[in-house]
């Protein structure tokens, strides 16, 4: 007689749903059933009723069917609380045989099973018949995979499916135990698993069953045979004649290679994050990156799937990036496969985020394609998310302009009228019009025009620093913008947004137009108190008030305009907020800019040497470690010494100190080298070349100021107002950053 085994079907709770309602579950052994039956009889009350009876669709077993109908009664015998719920219990009869007595065993089954009632043992032995005589199909297992895998691929299913232990259970024993069997099994079983790995809600049924390594072992075993299959192929390629048997042979070799490989062109896998390390030791990425050699759009969607959720981890991002993946993916941009479209672009997307990677997409060539993909609306956003990470590199700014990105960023823009301007549209916008010729083909025909018509009818500031990118630009760009220089300077008002007004000054500050009267417009908008009153520390945000600085800057280029300035106040408020900002290179440039502007011309020029203290300062940051600062002050410092006497002997005198100190402390450190006497390792004593100044300076080594600023003479640093600014080393206008980098220029990060 066989040994029945009974186990309870349904998927374990959790723990609270016990000691809360512990009367509405039905316990896995009916031992403990009977127990709790008798020590709650008096508070519970419980009613089992028998459901349909059927064969497990895999296993030798029963499929009990049942409904319990429970309840917890009041102290006066009332219902005070009631619940239905169902469940299955599995009757497993693994030693059901054909020469087991079906009768015999169908009535131990019923007398061990309560759930079944006495009248139903002729259907129980018309089952455990049916079961003595089925046999296990691959046909039937595959249809029945097939089957629960259409139920897999709606995620509404899955909460479901995963209370079917026994099913999960029957489908990974098979992959585990026949997966060498059948190639299309054991692909279904892993799309299987592979639909629950997409929600982290269902990755402990992943790992429980252990299928990211049964897949690893599939994926292993079936490259490995490709390789042996494409090996054979090419030895009979080359040993076959034109003519005769051997390329017969050939043409039948042809085609077996090429069903085998229609078979085992459906091999994925699955795991968890648990699992990543694992999986990384045994080279899962080179794997899967190996597959994507294939045609078959099915197999491609999985390892792109795969590999799309792997790349999130940076040690799989850079297995990918030695593997040449993006080579490999470029490939399949664009493909009339939808959903493998969207998984490559989205893959692409994560590998963007690596500035190597990017460099990789612009090589293969996916620059104009991911442009051309910006019409589909299906794969517009994403594409348009791969172009920002692009277009991020200034390497790459220029690049766009062999490609339609231009005109159809500024098509978006028209269209989008009054609605509001999407994110990843936008940001590609402001990191292009960083780039001069990109500026030139957003300013073509009105492409300005439209682009200020609207930033100022929508107060948009994301579409003002578009502009204000644009307006740094030299060239045919900049004199456009005279047209719109009183409707930016009507936005500088205090009652205005700081954001706003930040983006409209800017651009303001870009417009270094020597046509310009800045005079003019100061005064018919009334910016002076405005300008005056943000030099105040802590007046506005650190941003705002740096770009007031290089607004001054700007104007003061203007003789009348300098004057202007000079008169209001502005140049105490300038060394106040230097004393304020002193640890900020960028401040102290601008601000020191504004100080030469000052001098350089001769209305201003007294003001700054005789009322201020400004000398002083640029005395003390005459060696300034930064490169920019010293550049400007030293230029500031030249005009100031050469039209007052006064402060050219103490800036001549500073400059002799400090370097006679550098001498001083080479001479020093020399001296002190008592192991190393000769700068050249040989016989001749060439110390004379960096300790002699061939009669010129005195043999104790001193020199006098008059000599150090006679030097300077010879060595071309004329002190010349209209040399002060060596045109080869510095652009005209305004300095560079004190950063190396405009501020105007920095790609636009907002996007997330």
């Given at each position: ?110 007398e ?17 018949y049916?079961?003595q ?67 982290s809600?269902f990755?402990?049924?992943v ?12 994926v ?9 299959w ?24 042809m085609?077996?290679?090429q ?15 648990r699992t ?11 794997l ?43 490939r ?37 394609k ?5 019409g ?25 302009v ?29 990191n ?14 009105n ?9 100022l ?12 990118n ?22 500088i ?112 020029r ?67 080298d008592?192991?190393e ?76």
């Amino acid at each position: 007689m066989s040994v029945v085994n009974t186990s309870d079907y349904r998927n374990s709770y959790p723990t609270h749903y016990f000691l809360q309602f512990p009367c509405l579950f039905i316990a896995r052994d009916q031992k403990y059933l009977m127990k709790n039956n008798n020590n709650k009889k008096k508070k519970k009350q419980k009613h089992l009723t028998a459901g349909s009876l059927d064969v497990h669709p895999t296993e030798k077993a029963l499929v009990v069917h049942y409904e319990v109908e429970a309840s917890i009664l009041g102290e006066g015998g009332g219902q005070m609380l009631g619940e239905r719920k169902e469940g299955q219990k599995i009757i497993r009869v693994k030693s059901l045989s054909p020469s087991t007595d079906v009768g015999a065993l169908a009535k131990k089954v019923v007398e061990e099973c309560k759930l079944i009632p006495a009248s139903r043992l002729p259907q129980v032995e018309q089952l455990l018949y049916y079961l003595q005589n089925r046999k296990s199909s691959p046909l039937s297992l595959f249809i029945g995979s097939a089957l629960i895998l259409q139920l897999a691929r709606n995620p509404d299913n899955l909460e479901e499916l995963l209370h079917n232990e026994a099913a999960l259970g029957a489908l990974a024993r098979v992959l585990r135990e026949d997966w060498k069997q059948s190639v299309e099994l054991a692909t279904i079983i892993i799309y299987i698993f592979f639909c629950f790995s997409s929600f982290s809600q269902f990755h402990g049924v992943v790992s429980h069953y252990k299928i990211g390594a049964l897949c690893m072992s599939v994926v292993e075993h079936e490259l490995k045979r490709h390789d042996v299959w494409r090996e054979e192929l090419r030895k009979k390629n080359k040993s076959a004649p034109e003519n005769g048997s051997l390329r017969r042979d050939q043409d039948k070799a042809m085609r077996k290679y090429q069903g085998l490989l229609a078979k085992q062109e459906q091999e994925e896998t699955t795991s968890d994050t648990r699992t990543e390390l694992k999986m990384r030791n045994k080279n899962i990425v080179g794997l899967l990156v190996k597959v994507l050699e294939r045609d078959d759009d099915e197999l491609l969607v999985l390892v792109v799937s795969f590999l799309k959720k792997l790349s999130i981890f940076l040690e799989n991002k850079n297995d990918m990036a030695e593997m040449d993946t993006v080579e490999r993916l470029a490939r399949l941009v664009p493909c009339d496969h939808d959903d493998l479209m969207n998984l490559t672009l989205r893959l692409l997307l994560n590998l963007s985020f690596d500035s190597g990677l990017r460099a990789k997409m612009v090589e293969v060539g996916l620059l104009p394609k991911l442009t051309a993909l910006m019409g589909d609306e299906n794969h517009r956003q994403v594409a348009m998310r791969i172009l920002y990470h692009i277009s991020i590199d200034d390497r790459f700014k220029a690049m766009f302009v062999y490609t339609d990105c231009i005109p159809q960023l500024m098509h978006m823009l028209y269209e989008h009228g009054e609605e509001d301007i999407e994110t990843e549209l936008i940001s590609i916008c402001i990191n292009l019009a960083a780039n001069k010729r990109n500026a030139q083909l957003m300013c073509e025909g009105n492409g300005l025009k439209m682009l200020m018509k609207r930033a100022l009818k929508m107060k948009d500031c994301l579409l003002m620093k578009m502009i204000r990118n644009i307006s740094q630009h030299d060239g045919p760009t900049k004199p456009i913008f005279i047209d719109y220089v009183g409707d930016l300077a009507a936005e500088i008002r205090a009652e205005e947004e700081e954001e706003w007004v930040l983006e409209c000054l800017g651009t303001l500050a870009n417009l270094t137009i020597p046509d310009l009267d800045w005079e003019l417009v100061l005064k018919e908008y009334n910016l002076v108190p405005y300008l005056k009153d943000r030099l105040k520390p802590g007046s506005a945000e650190d941003d705002l008030i740096l770009e007031v600085v290089i607004m001054i800057g700007t104007v003061s280029m203007d003789d009348a305009c300098a004057a202007m300035l000079a008169k209001s106040g502005i140049i105490p408020a300038l060394i106040e907020l230097l004393n304020a900002q002193q640890e900020d290179d960028e401040f102290v440039c601008q601000i020191v800019y504004v100080f030469y502007q000052m001098v350089f011309h001769q209305a201003t020029r007294d003001v700054i040497i005789k009322d201020t203290q400004a000398p002083a300062y640029l005395i003390d940051l005459m060696h300034d470690k930064n490169t920019e600062i010293r550049k400007v002050c030293d230029n500031t410092l030249d005009i100031i010494a050469e039209y007052d006497e006064e402060w050219g002997r103490k800036i001549q005198s500073e400059k002799f100190r400090f370097h006679n100190n550098q001498w001083l402390e080479m001479v020093e450190s020399r001296q002190a080298d008592d192991s190393e006497p000769y700068l050249y390792d040989n016989d001749n004593d060439r110390t004379d070349l960096f300790y002699s100044a061939d009669g010129i300076t005195p043999a104790d080594g001193s020199v006098s100021p008059d000599f150090f600023g006679d030097l300077q003479a010879q060595n071309g640093d004329s002190h010349h107002v209209g040399d002060v600014f060596d045109q080869t080393s510095s652009s005209p206008g305004r300095p560079a950053t004190a950063y190396g980098f405009r501020p105007d220029e920095q790609p636009f990060y907002q996007y997330t």
